[in-house]
């Protein structure tokens, strides 16, 4: 796992509470020793972009995924047979930077990079 802007890092151990919720994470700081260690970890595709508790505050995220199933919908009979029940995903509670929010909305675009 890369922790942005950071090093790298491995998890060690999970702490949860006695109803099961994540309370601490600790982890390992790997800091490649060679040229090739560093492009090894670079490969990690997992990147964890942390933000403070105080700067933290609760949103809704809604993640949209293509909604048909198929590349070309005007090729079947009927498009609604390749509509994807599943394309949108709504999670609550998640965390975000509030210096980031210039107003109650704000539109982010996913990328793979």
Not at 24 to 34: D, L, M, S
Not at 70 to 86: I, M, T
């Amino acid at each position: 796992m890369g922790l942005r802007y950071t090093d790298f890092i491995k998890c060690k151990e999970v702490i949860k509470d006695t109803k099961g919720e994540i309370k601490e994470i600790r982890v390992e700081r790997i800091t490649p020793k060679t040229p090739e260690e560093l492009e090894e970890m670079k490969k990690i595709k997992g990147r964890i972009h942390w933000i403070s508790e105080k700067d933290a505050i609760n949103c809704e995220a809604r993640l949209y995924e293509p909604l048909f199933t198929v590349d070309n919908p005007n090729e079947v009979e009927d498009f609604l047979d390749v509509v994807d029940r599943d394309s949108l995903k709504v999670l609550n509670n998640i965390k975000f930077n509030k210096k980031l929010l210039p107003s109650n909305s704000l539109k982010m675009i996913r990328s793979n990079t």
